[in-house]
């Protein structure tokens, strides 16, 4: 337990920095007069990275444990970005940001399987909303840092460092370390997840037994990792070009991010009294009323509003659908489904901030919460099909 919650304290820094950076990114390429289409797909290619990881790292977590997993996936991430002062390119930038998304699988592998694999199924719930929680308080903390230096200047990528090493530390320092042989997650990892290299067959296993015991989780988590790309890379460029000053962009995600921290727990309690598929249901409705007002709603307060509510239910997709899927997974295959639903979550988080920049091009600055009302309307289509 005690190894848990340095795990947790590391991960709340990680994504506090990572946020920072995420929004960074795109306030750096706007004040370079870059397009929109130009931030999605430097943006997308952070999920790129996803992909590549959850195709293999899964197994290789099991084998090391989660503590020199976090460890070295951390200072991986740390290294790449220190690249962005040095490059002025988003060739380059499209590069470290698919290194940055390899990273930080490895981190989210570890911590949701540790999760995961501490608590009953009637708990699940609560549980991954707790984690969610510490992901969006560090989330929100991360946008509220924007304010403290000039956007793409020397200080906020050093605080992004800073914030990547420092997240090191209570992983290394608190709770005893397992060895590799008695490590609790490779233990719990199928046989065939730790001898065998065949990447491609452990993807496969791992999408035959999510299709298995939970159909609608592939497409719903696809729904969930589209929603979620396109607010992170595209929700700054929709502000200003709907007229919100660079200086009151990072309060605004600020603000409406402490949705996702405050959403979590009642809408994991919801799901472990209501069901998980009359949640999932429940959340894309409402998300798709908030993302329609969205299109048209220009005035500050009533954009801020929206989006806080649009936040707070759309953020909570994808805890809601892992905790389905666990509900009904084999405690043995919990290492490989982590990785496997990360994977399926990092697909519609590439394609997510490209698409929604297309919408944007086409339709102006609302095209990208036309986007979101379509993805939501599906998913809550899916939540009440017979055979999801």
């Known amino acids: 337990m005690r190894a848990l919650i340095g795990l947790l304290g590391g991960y709340t820094i990680l994504v506090c920095g990572n946020s920072l950076l995420t929004t960074l990114i795109s306030l750096r390429m706007l004040h370079d007069e870059r397009t929109a289409l130009d931030v999605g797909l430097v943006q997308s290619c952070y999920y790129v990275g996803f992909i590549v990881g959850a195709l293999g790292l899964g197994p290789m977590v099991g084998r090391i444990g989660p503590q020199r997993a976090f460890i070295g996936f951390g200072a991986l991430a740390a290294l790449a970005a220190l690249g962005y002062l040095s490059f002025d390119s988003p060739d380059v930038w499209a590069v470290l940001r698919l290194i940055t998304g390899f990273s930080m699988v490895g981190v989210f592998t570890s911590i949701e399987s540790g999760v995961n694999g501490a608590v009953p199924n009637e708990r699940r719930g609560r549980a991954f909303a707790f984690y969610l929680v510490l992901t969006y308080l560090g989330v929100s903390a991360g946008q509220f840092l924007l304010g403290l230096g000039t956007p793409g200047g020397m200080f906020e990528h050093a605080l992004v460092n800073g914030l990547f090493v420092a997240a090191l530390i209570p992983v290394a320092l608190i709770g005893e370390w397992q060895s590799v042989d008695a490590a609790p997650l490779a233990a719990k990892a199928p046989p065939s997840a730790l001898a065998t290299p065949k990447r491609p067959t452990l993807l496969l296993d791992g999408l035959r037994e999510l299709h298995r015991v939970a159909p609608r989780s592939v497409p719903a988590c696809i729904a969930a990792g589209l929603l979620s ?4 890379a595209l929700t700054p460029v929709y502000l200003a070009r709907i007229g919100y000053p660079a200086s009151d962009i990072s309060h605004a995600m600020g603000v409406v991010l ?24 429940v959340v894309a409705i409402v998300s798709a009323c908030a993302a329609a007002a969205l299109v048209v709603v220009r005035a500050p307060v009533l954009v801020d509003t929206l989006l806080f509510v649009y936040v707070a239910l759309t953020f909570t ?10 509900d009904r997974v084999d405690q043995a295959r919990r290492v490989q489904t982590s990785a496997t639903l990360l994977l399926v979550f990092s697909l519609g988080g590439a394609a997510g901030p490209t ?27 899916l939540s009440r099909a017979r055979s999801a």
């Open 258 to 281: 402490i949705g996702a921290l405050l959403s979590q727990w009642p809408v994991g309690r919801l799901s472990d009294r209501l069901g998980r598929r009359a949640t999932l249901g």
């Open 229 to 232: 790309s396109a607010f992170y």
């Open 355 to 381: 698409l929604a920049s297309l919408f944007m091009r086409l339709l102006g600055a609302g095209g990208l919460y036309v986007f979101a009302l379509t993805v939501a309307l599906g998913l809550a289509a």
């Open 317 to 326: 997709l994808y805890g809601v659908i892992v905790s389905d899927v666990n």
